[in-house]
């Protein structure tokens, strides 16, 4: 069993940043792709980053050259750092890891960020 606890979302002022965190804890023996989505009242779950075990990363367009992704491979551990927020990154973002030594994947509850204008 393996849970994810994605954390750090919260109220922040349009340009502000935040960073999140989603820490994996149970039987893991190697977590291979890590990516985070976000989902906005009304509009559909999507990508916004990944990031492989070796560390190539890929951005949705909206949050390129504003948000980062990194890991930290030995605390199983995948990070979200937001700048130059806006109030449509408002969203519940989750975090989602997929493994090499086992099938299927894993979703985090998802932590809310809020924007404002």
């Known amino acids: 069993q393996v849970t994810l606890v994605e954390s750090g979302g919260g109220l922040v002022q349009a340009g502000g940043s935040l960073r999140l965190s989603c820490a994996a804890s149970?039987?893991?023996?190697?977590?291979?792709?890590m990516e985070w989505y976000r989902q906005a009242p009304g509009k559909q779950r999507e990508l916004v980053a990944g990031?492989?075990?070796?560390?190539?990363?890929n951005y949705a367009d909206s949050v390129k050259g504003r948000f980062t992704i990194s890991r930290d491979n030995a605390k199983n551990t995948v990070y979200l750092q937001m700048h130059s927020l806006k109030p449509e990154d408002t969203a519940v973002y989750y975090c989602k890891v997929d493994y090499n030594f086992r099938s299927g994947d894993t979703w985090g509850r998802g932590t809310q960020v809020t924007v404002s204008s």
């Open positions: 990031i492989t075990r070796g560390g190539s990363t």
């Open positions: 149970g039987t893991i023996f190697s977590i291979k792709n």
